[in-house]
């Protein structure tokens, strides 16, 4: 059994802050915090990564196993929110 996600349904399963428990929201908190930090990290190195965030290698012949250590967005780096 397997269920399809459909962005038009995702927001109807939605609950409120205060019906999750407090050690979930924090530990969602503290994820999401990691890949964000993990990605400006990958953004401000200017090139692309050659591992996922969980340390994984990419699938030989995958799209992003061709573009590990390339260069992005033609030299771009981002520092903080800003492009520079």
Same mark, same amino acid.
């Given at each position: /059994?397997?269920? #399809?996600?459909? $962005? *038009? !349904?995702?927001?109807?399963? =939605? !609950? =409120? $802050?205060?019906?999750? $428990?407090?050690?979930?929201?924090?530990? +969602?908190?503290? +994820?999401?915090?990691?890949? @964000?930090?993990?990605? /400006? @990290?990958? *953004?401000?190195?200017?090139? *692309?990564?050659?591992?996922?965030?969980?340390?994984?290698?990419?699938?030989?012949?995958?799209?992003?196993?061709?573009?590990?250590?390339?260069?992005?967005? /033609?030299?771009?780096?981002?520092?903080?929110?800003?492009? #520079?």
């Amino acid at each position: /059994m397997f269920h #399809v996600w459909k $962005p *038009a !349904t995702a927001l109807s399963y =939605s !609950t =409120s $802050p205060q019906s999750v $428990p407090r050690q979930v929201r924090q530990h +969602v908190n503290e +994820v999401i915090a990691e890949v @964000t930090s993990w990605s /400006m @990290t990958i *953004a401000a190195s200017g090139c *692309a990564p050659c591992v996922g965030f969980y340390g994984e290698e990419f699938d030989k012949g995958s799209y992003r196993y061709g573009f590990a250590g390339q260069e992005l967005a /033609m030299g771009w780096r981002c520092f903080g929110w800003v492009l #520079v």
